[in-house]
């Protein structure tokens, strides 16, 4: 049951978790309703199938985000980036 202030004032929501980048759960803060975002961008009631959409969204993110990082750190051209630098077209 919603509390008085809520039913008055409305929700009063804080960021309880980042799922990805653009997906979130929400949490009142007087009333601990949990909510988070649905595929258009709206706030939903986190329902226990979200819960699970969600926690599957963060594990895929989560490793695409690792993997990103792993390609970051590795140069592409080790050892031809200073030849690149260098380089100056030669045109006829």
Known sequence: MKSIYCSFFGHQYE???????????YKCVHCNVQM????????TPLTPKYKEINSVLQRI?????SRKGLKQSQPCLSGHSEALINFTPHFS
């Open 36 to 43: 988070t975002t649905n595929g258009k961008g709206n706030l």
């Open 15 to 25: 960021v309880s978790k980042n799922v990805t980048y653009h997906v979130k759960e």
């Open 61 to 65: 993110h989560s490793s695409r985000m």
